[in-house]
């Protein structure tokens, strides 16, 4: 399974982004997904997840509210809109695929098998 991130960039804070990440390799219908990110010198933190059907999402304080994750599961892609972003969200998103079939909105990352490649999201003051 090969998971492809893209949408960062470079936006004002306020502003909106939204990622995408589009597995191939294996349709990932039946598996959640989830976001992380890391910025410079920190570890990398849970974002979103969402559960295989999308009737179950799941989202770390800091980002509830702003951010939304959504999955379309015949595009085999998941998504996180990004809204009202801050400086503090400057880092570089993840998108991962759980390897549990059927699971839950996990938020350890230890509960992912697969990883994009990551995508920079920079926030400016």
């Known amino acids: 399974v090969q998971l492809q991130a893209s949408g960062g960039g470079l936006v004002q804070a306020g502003g909106s982004l939204r990622l995408s990440c589009a597995a191939s390799?294996?349709?990932?219908?039946?598996?959640?997904m989830g976001w992380f990110r890391q910025a410079p010198g920190k570890e990398r933190e849970f974002v979103a997840a969402?559960?295989?059907?999308?009737?179950?999402?799941n989202y770390a304080p800091s980002v509830k509210g702003r951010f939304t994750i959504s999955r379309d599961n015949a595009k085999n892609t998941a998504y996180l809109q990004m809204n009202s972003l801050k400086p503090e969200d400057t880092a570089v998103y993840y998108c991962?695929?759980?390897?549990?079939?059927?699971?839950?909105?996990?938020?350890?990352?230890?509960?992912?098998?697969?990883w994009g490649q990551g995508t920079q999201v920079t926030v400016s003051s």
């Open positions: 991962s695929a759980a390897g549990r079939l059927y699971g839950s909105t996990y938020s350890a990352a230890r509960e992912y098998n697969y």
């Open positions: 390799g294996r349709s990932l219908s039946g598996y959640g």
């Open positions: 969402i559960n295989w059907s999308g009737s179950s999402t």
